[in-house]
Nanobody
């Protein structure tokens, strides 16, 4: 069992930056960030392999967001820059049982409770 806890969400203005954190009880797993906006389906944001040497981003955040992890601390991060109202959502941390995983929710076995990110215009 892996326990995940997100933090770092908040209310910011368009153009601002924000860092999300996910504290994990486990270390050797692929991890990812998903988000869900009101009235929308949960969507993939970014994933990172257990070693941190492989990352992948959805097109809408490519170049603005950076996913990273510190296995010694058991923490994954999402650095978000140039935020826009379209980024407003509840952001969820996820972890799989393999060292690498992809863009589908079904590939991840553990989920955090979510942290709210609201970007005003």
């Amino acid at each position: 069992q892996v326990q995940l806890v997100e933090s770092g969400g908040g209310l910011v203005q368009a153009g601002d930056s924000l860092r999300l954190s996910c504290d994990a009880s486990g270390r050797a797993y692929a991890m990812a960030w998903f988000r869900q906006a009101p009235g929308k389906e949960r969507e993939f944001v970014a994933t990172i392999s257990w070693s941190g040497d492989s990352t992948y981003y959805t097109q809408s955040v490519e170049g603005r967001f950076t996913i990273a992890r510190d296995n010694a601390k058991g923490t994954m991060y999402l650095y978000m820059n140039s935020l826009s109202p379209e980024d407003t959502a509840v952001y969820y941390c996820a972890a799989g049982r393999a060292g690498r995983a992809g863009i589908f929710s079904s590939e991840y076995n553990y989920w955090g409770q979510g942290t709210q990110v609201t970007v005003s215009s």
